[in-house]
């Protein structure tokens, strides 16, 4: 579960800052130092090398790409580190494994008080007492190799709930494993009745590069994905996002953890990535006029943007 940090070329995200927001994407976003790789990395997934304004540990360009899934080589379950972690004011206050501290030094080993179950761990991070999962994915763009690892970095819940399938598949590789990256369309009704949907990282293991093939079949034509392309998407498509170049709009939401805490209540949604797109869902129909959501109504207003994009397709979990 531990790995060096030092050899990844790059990172993959779901999302970006714009004017210090998160913004959702509804494609995967490439940052690297490597002039070079973000060349090379804009000719196999599509987008634009640029430079990197959008966050990310200060890598100097971003690609976005046009592919929602990448097909990349993972180095068996050692390339996973999966850990949960609770921060308070940019510190770390917990860091465990789910039931035992993994740090600081001194509690290691110990139980750590989180509960068993997945979704009672999920309730508590929800209400600002618990650890939140922290999953650290390295692997190389099958197409590719020769460009180096790159890593992806993730809090989802689904992807946590999905680890231990995930590392028994790596395992039963046995060796480097071809997976395919996906950001995921969900579809989902909220407890109190709204269809919203997101993205969630999933990560599908194929098998041994010597069986399954660097690329999709469907891939195999380049996917520049201009605005006016087909839909790709089941989901309703108001308009295309403008996340393809330096977005315009301002899909971005302040994160207010206390806020969204109570519009959790209002909405009746089970974590952050439901209750901004729920959020959306009553600013956009014009119901929900309740005095609570009026107050929410400011901020609700901002996080709109972003669940629009969320509504696209965009994921919001680190929101
Ligand atoms: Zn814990």
């Known amino acids: ?14 999302g970006r800052l714009s004017e210090g927001r998160p913004q959702a994407l509804d494609a995967w976003r490439v940052t690297t130092d490597d002039a070079d790789v973000a060349a090379r990395v804009a000719g196999l997934l599509g987008g634009e090398p640029q430079p990197n ?17 990448v097909r990349v080589i993972v180095d068996g379950p050692d390339a996973v580190a999966a850990h949960m972690v609770l921060w308070s004011s940019k510190v770390i206050v917990h860091d465990c494994d789910g039931s035992r501290f993994l740090a600081p030094e001194e ?45 992806f970095q993730t809090s989802s819940w689904q992807l946590a709930a999905q680890l231990s ?36 990282p999933v990560v599908a293991v194929l098998g041994s590069p010597d069986t399954v093939a660097p690329e999709p079949p469907s891939s195999a034509e380049p ?7 087909a ?38 949604t089970s974590d952050h990535q439901e209750t901004v797109v729920a959020a959306l869902s009553a600013v956009a129909a014009g119901q929900q006029q309740t005095t609570e959501l009026a107050q929410l109504r400011d901020h609700v207003g901002r996080i709109a943007a972003i669940a629009e994009q969320a509504l696209h397709g965009g994921d919001s979990s680190r929101t």
């Open 53 to 69: 304004d959008g966050g990310g540990g200060g890598l100097a360009h971003e690609v976005l790409t046009s592919r929602d899934s």
């Open 165 to 200: 399938d995930l590392t028994d598949a790596l395992e039963r590789v046995d060796g480097p494993a071809v997976c395919d990256l996906t950001m995921e369309l969900v579809l989902l009704t909220t407890k109190t009745g709204r269809s919203v949907c997101y993205r969630k």
């Open 107 to 151: 509690k290691k080993g110990q139980p750590c008080g989180c509960p068993p179950l997945l979704e009672d761990k999920r309730l508590a991070a929800r209400d600002g007492r618990g650890p939140m999962p922290s999953i650290d994915l390295t692997f190389r763009i099958a197409a590719a190799p020769v460009l180096g690892k790159f890593h």
């Open 1 to 14: 579960m531990t790995q060096s940090t030092t050899a990844r070329v790059g990172r993959f995200h779901q």
């Open 231 to 268: 839909p790709r998407r089941k989901a309703r498509r108001p308009h295309e996002p403008a996340t393809r170049n330096v977005p315009e709009l301002a899909c971005s939401v302040s994160v207010d953890t206390a806020l969204l805490h109570r519009a959790a209540q209002v909405l009746g």
């Open 223 to 229: 996917t520049p994905a201009p605005a006016s392309s």
